[in-house]
C-alpha cells in the first residue's frame, strides 16, 4: 500500500515507456521537424542560426501536442478512466501528476535533445544554452495546457486534430517568451532574465489553470 | 431515462436489476457510481460518512477490465489497492485481501508476473474482479458480472458475492442470468408508453 | 606519435565511437542476460517447450 | 548462402556457439591492423595533416550503415517472400546497430568537419543523407516497439524497411541536388584526393574490421531475440496453462 499519488506517477512512466508507450516518440518527432526544415529553407548556416530558436520552440510545442491526445484517451478506451473517477481521490491533483509523467517522458527528452539539435542549427553555445534554458521552463506549460486539451477531446475519436487546434492559440503566449527570452541572451537590449521569468510565470500560471480545466472537463466527459 | 425510480437496498442484500436490454439498466448502475449526473433526485447512503459522495462507497464491475496489457497482472493490482481509496460503512465488515491472495483464490496466480496482455479475455475479467477484493468497499456495482465466465468460476464468484453480502456488503447488480444468491431483491425496469411520459413533461 | 594541432578531435572522434561499441556490446550482453534469467524462471515453473517433434525438424 | 539453411531457431544458437568466438578473435585481430596501419602506416594528409586519420573510422562507418540497411532490405525480403522464420529475427537485430553505426559516421563526420569548416555541422550532402538514415533507422525501431506480437511487427517493419530501400538512392540524389543547388561543391572530397595505396590499405582492412565487428553484434543480437521469442511464448502457454501444481482448483484454459 504505498503511496497512491507515487503509484500513478510510476504506473504512468512505466506505460509511456513500455512496448506501445509514446515516450521517446515525441524526441524522434522533434529530430525530424528540425532536419527537415533546412531542407525547405535551404542550408544556409547564417540563416538558420538566427532562426534556430524559433525551429527548436516550435518544434517542441509540436511534438509535445503528438503525444498528448493519449493522455486521457488510452485510460478512457478501457475503462480506468472511470474508475479513477470513482476512486475518491482529487482529480486535479491525479491530472497534475499525469501531466507530470508525461512531461518527464516526452518533454524531458526534449530538454536533453535540444543542445544537440542546436548543432544542426549552428547555434552558438549561449543560444543553446538560453533555448534549452527556455525550454526546461516552457514544455511544462505546454504539457500543462495540452491537458485541457486533451481532456476536452477525450470523448473523440480523432481528438488528437482538434487537440492541436485547441491548444496552440492558448500556447502562444509561451512560445513567444520562450523565443524571446532565447533572443535576450543572444542580443543584448533586453535582459534574458525578464522574458524568462514571465516564462516561468507562465508555467506556473498554467500548473494551477490546466489541472482546475482538465478536471472539471474530464467530469463533464464522463456520461 | 428514469421516471420518479425510488428504491432502498439493505445492507447484507443484492438488488438484481433486470429488464429488457437497452432499458437503461447499465445506466442506472453508472448513476449510482457517479459517472452520470443526476437531473433530479439523490443518491443517499445511511450509515456512512457524510461528506465523502456516495460513488466513492462503491466498487464498479463493468463491461470494460480496466487492465493495461503493458504492465504485469500484479503491477495492475498492486496500482488499483493503492490508488483507490478504501471506505467504511457502519454495518460493512471490511475483509480485504492481499493481491496475491486474490490472484490465487481466482485460479490467475500463475499468471501473477506474465504481462497483462498474455492473459485470456476470461482471466482479464477475473483480474478486473480481483480489484474488487484488494481494496474494501461496502458497494459492489455490477454490470453483467457472470458474462464471459464458464460454469465454474461463475460459481466461485457467487460464492465472493455471498461473502461479501455475509459481511454487511450491498450489491447492485444488473443481469439476465438467474443469480441465486443469498437474500436478493429484485427490481424489475419496464418501458413507460412513451405516450404518459410525453403527458407528463408538459 | 604527434598527432597535431587537432589532435582533440582525432581523439574525441575515435573515443566516442569505442564508447558507442560499447553501449552496443553492453546492451547484447545485458539482454542476453535478461533472456537467460527469464527463461530460467519459466523452467523452473515448470512450463515445458515444444514436443521434443518439433526440435529434430 | 549456407547461412540461411540454418533456419530452425535451435540448430542457428547452435550455429551462432560455434562461429562467434572465431568470428570476435577475427575482428579484435583486424581491428589491431587495422588501427596500427592508419595511425603508423598512413601518411599526413597535405593539407589536413592528421585530421585525416579520423577518415579511418568514418568512412568505414558510412559504409557499414548502408550494408546494416541492406542485410535488412535482404531480411525484409526473406520475411515477406520467401518466408524465412529467422528474417524478421534478422531484421530487428540489425536495426539498433545500424542505428549506432550511423551516429558514428554522424559524429566523426561532425568532428572531422569541425577543424575544415569552422563549424560542427555543415549540411554538406553525404552527411545529410546519413542523417536522414539515422531518422529511419530510429523510425524502424520505434515501429518494432509499437506491436507485441512480433510477427505483425515483423511484417509492418519489413514493408517500412523496403519502402526505405527504394527511397534511398532518391533520397541520396534530391539531397545532393538540394545541397549543389545552395552551395559550390564542397572543396574537401572525404575519400581522399587519391587513393594512394598507403592510404587505401588501412581503409580496406579497417572497412573489413567493422564488418566483422558489425556481424558479431548481429548474431549476438539475433540469439537474444530467438531467445526473447521463445521467453514470449512460453509464457503465453504459462499463462493459458491450468494452474502447474494443486495450488487452487484447477481452471480449464480459458
Redesign the interface.
Known sequence: MRNWALVLFQRDLQLSVRIGGSALVGVLFFLAVVTVIPFGIGPDLNLLSRIGPGLLWIGALLATLLGLDRLFQADRDDGTLDLILMAGRPLEVVVLIKCLAHWVGTGLPLVVAAPFLGILLNLDPVATAAVTATLFAGTPALTLIGAIGASLTVTLRRGGLLLAILVIPLAVPTLIFGVSATDAAVRDPVPFMTPFLILCALSLIAAVVGPIASAAALRFASD | MFQDLTFSVESGTALVVTGANGIGKSSLL?TL?????LTSGTIRLDGADED?PP??F?H?F??????????SVL?NL????????P?EAESYLAQTMTPIGAL??L?????AH??T???????KRRLSLA?LLVTARPIWLMDEPTSAL?K??EQ?LLDLMDRHLAGGGLIVTATHTKLALARTQALHLEAQPVAASIAEDD | MDLGPHASFILASYGLCVLTVLVLFAWVFLDKAAQDKALSELAAQGVKRAQPKKERS | MAFWDYANPTRFLRLVQVVLPWLAGLCVGLFAVGLYMSFFVAPEDYQQGDTVRIMYIHVPAAWLCMMCYSVMTISSLGTLVWKHPLADVSAKAAAPIGAAFTFMALVTGSLWGKPMWGTYWEWDARLTSVLVLFIMYLGLMTLWRTMDDPIKAGKAAAVLTLVGALNLPIIKFSVDWWNTLHQPASVFRFDGPTIHPDILWPLLVMAFAFTTLFFVLHLMAMRNEVLRRRVRSLRLRAASAAQPGPAAAAQPAE
Open positions: 453508472r457510481a457517479g459517472l452520470v449526473a465523502k460513488h466513492e462503491a464498479y463493468g463491461h470494460q477490465d480496466a487492465v493495461k496489457p503493458a504492465l503491477e498492486g496500482f488499483w489497492q493503492s490508488f483507490a481509496a471506505a490465487d483464490l485460479g490467475i496466480g500463475h499468471t506474465l504481462p496482455a498474455y492473459l485470456s479475455a476470461g482471466q480489484r464458464d465454474a468460476s466461485q
